[in-house]
T-cell receptor, first 108, second 119 residues
């Protein structure tokens, strides 16, 4: 089955840039989506189709995808960005949705 | 406003059954594919099941195949998950989520309903 690997944690100072990676075999050939989840809340879509943002999501959130790694970049990090972040793809070879292992972003 | 509201969670004994519901409003439910996604306490997100807009295509995670059944009633704007032969490892918050576009992203999620499997 298809596996998506994320770093367990990323720490970043306010105003700096956080980069969260999502590794998968030839993930560059798939559409990658990213979710933000704060404690006790449902996930929120922040980037879809590698690099598009839903309405209402700040431009500070951006995404890229190439080769075996997709990346979510959060620029000018704010305290409110502290959350768990998950990548996700649709694996057509198994007809399964797949979520990454999740990354906890801590704002120092 | 798009709303997804889950219900039906609760405490059930191992081997028991439970039926979750997801009431949709604010959009044309019959035009959208839907999913169930769960999250065990303190753990990450795990996809459970997918159903096409008409209900004709259905997929399951290996961990629930043969035990869970997804269905929908487009006339009632509702999504369901029938869970049988429940195990302790099925304990989780269960979310329903709407599929957006062709890429398979999930753009709207419900608030979740907690299922606890314990004796």
């Amino acid at each position: 089955s298809y596996v998506l690997t994320q770093p367990p944690s990323v720490s970043v100072a306010p105003g700096q840039t956080a980069r969260i990676t999502c590794g998968g075999n030839n993930i560059g050939s798939k559409s990658v989506h990213w979710y933000q989840q704060k404690p006790g809340q449902a996930p929120v879509l922040v980037v879809y189709d590698d690099s598009d943002r839903p309405s209402g999501i700040p431009e500070r959130f951006s995404g890229s995808n190439s080769g075996n790694t997709a990346t979510l970049t959060i620029s000018r990090v704010e305290a409110g960005d502290e959350a768990d972040y998950y990548c996700q793809v649709w694996d057509s070879s198994s007809d399964h949705y797949v979520f990454g292992t999740g990354t906890k972003v801590t704002v120092l | 406003e798009v709303q997804l509201v889950e219900s039906g969670g609760g405490l059930v004994q191992p081997g028991g059954s439970l039926r979750l519901s997801c009431a949709a409003s604010g959009f044309t439910f019959s035009s959208y594919e839907m999913n169930w996604v769960r999250q065990a306490p303190g753990k990450g997100l795990e996809w459970v099941s997918y159903i096409s807009s008409s209900g004709s295509t259905i997929y399951y995670a290996d961990s629930v195949k043969g035990r869970f059944t997804i269905s929908r009633d487009n006339a009632k704007n509702s999504l369901y998950l029938q869970m049988n032969s429940l195990r302790a490892e099925d304990t989780a918050v269960y979310y329903c989520a709407r599929v957006f576009g062709d890429g398979g992203s999930l753009d709207y999620w419900g608030q979740g309903t907690l299922v606890t499997v314990s004796s």
